[in-house]
């Protein structure tokens, strides 16, 4: 409970930030009278839906059938945190009058996915440190975060949502297995999450060098 307690002034400044997020859509609705980019506020859903976990997980973390499942499904939803940043491909589709207000918006909808995303990586950590070594826990945090773009690449180039792991299982296990037993037939596939993966280790690297500075 205590590490439920110690979360939240990040939740109240978090809502603070999603909130100026949706103050943004609603602004460029009542603007353009277009809902086109409400589907920021599903992104968002989804991408809270990993925190949410690590939550329920701090609660339930001596059970370790009932952790490692949870795990297993935070793994699966990860990847829509960081997903709101490939988002920003539909400003092709935005006019000169109201391009860099659809950057804004779709920036701030994709940095507070980020936030909350590494957040809850932050929970995950602190739970498996009562189980892992440090060094075994920082090999699995770079392990995740590539994951984390592969699932990104399956997200938007393959157009598969985390439930479908679920609902169609066999079309996502032939996708990736081709993927993971031609590599260079596919290319694009590892470069994309190469390239996702490792922009993501930076940026959480630095901010927890930051953190670990003050």
Same mark, same amino acid.
């Given at each position: 409970?205590?590490?439920?307690?110690? @979360?939240?002034?990040?939740?109240?400044?978090?809502?603070?930030?999603?909130?100026?997020?949706?103050?943004?859509?609603?602004?460029?609705?009542?603007?353009?009278?277009?809902?086109?980019?409400?589907?920021?506020?599903?992104?968002?859903?989804?991408?809270?839906?990993?925190?949410?976990?690590?939550?329920?997980?701090?609660?339930?973390?001596?059970?370790?059938?009932?952790?490692?499942?949870?795990?297993?499904?935070?793994?699966?939803?990860?990847?829509?945190?960081?997903?709101?940043?490939?988002?920003?491909?539909?400003?092709?589709?935005?006019?000169?009058?109201?391009?860099?207000?659809?950057?804004?918006?779709?920036?701030?909808?994709?940095?507070?996915?980020?936030?909350?995303?590494?957040?809850?990586?932050?929970?995950?950590?602190?739970?498996?440190?009562?189980?892992?070594?440090?060094?075994?826990?920082?090999?699995?945090?770079?392990?995740?975060?590539?994951?984390?773009?592969?699932?990104?690449?399956?997200?938007?180039?393959?157009?598969?949502?985390?439930?479908?792991?679920?609902?169609?299982?066999?079309?996502?296990?032939?996708?990736?297995?081709?993927?993971?037993?031609?590599?260079?037939?596919?290319?694009?596939?590892?470069?994309?999450?190469?390239?996702?993966?490792?922009?993501?280790?930076?940026?959480?690297?630095?901010?927890?060098?930051? @953190?670990?500075?003050?």
């Amino acid at each position: 409970m205590n590490r439920i307690y110690e @979360q939240m002034p990040f939740i109240k400044g978090f809502t603070v930030s999603a909130c100026f997020s949706l103050l943004l859509l609603v602004i460029r609705i009542m603007k353009t009278d277009s809902v086109f980019y409400i589907f920021l506020v599903w992104n968002l859903f989804l991408a809270c839906i990993p925190y949410a976990i690590t939550i329920l997980l701090t609660l339930c973390k001596n059970n370790r059938f009932v952790f490692w499942l949870g795990f297993i499904i935070w793994l699966a939803f990860l990847p829509n945190s960081p997903y709101i940043l490939t988002d920003l491909q539909h400003i092709r589709l935005s006019t000169l009058q109201s391009v860099w207000f659809d950057v804004l918006l779709i920036l701030s909808f994709a940095v507070n996915g980020m936030i909350i995303g590494f957040a809850s990586l932050q929970m995950m950590q602190k739970s498996l440190q009562d189980q892992l070594s440090r060094q075994t826990i920082n090999i699995i945090t770079y392990v995740i975060l590539l994951l984390c773009g592969f699932g990104i690449y399956l997200g938007r180039v393959l157009r598969w949502n985390s439930w479908d792991i679920i609902q169609n299982p066999i079309a996502i296990v032939s996708d990736v297995g081709k993927r993971v037993l031609f590599p260079i037939e596919h290319v694009n596939t590892w470069a994309f999450t190469i390239g996702f993966g490792g922009f993501l280790i930076i940026t959480y690297q630095l901010i927890q060098y930051y @953190q670990e500075k003050q």
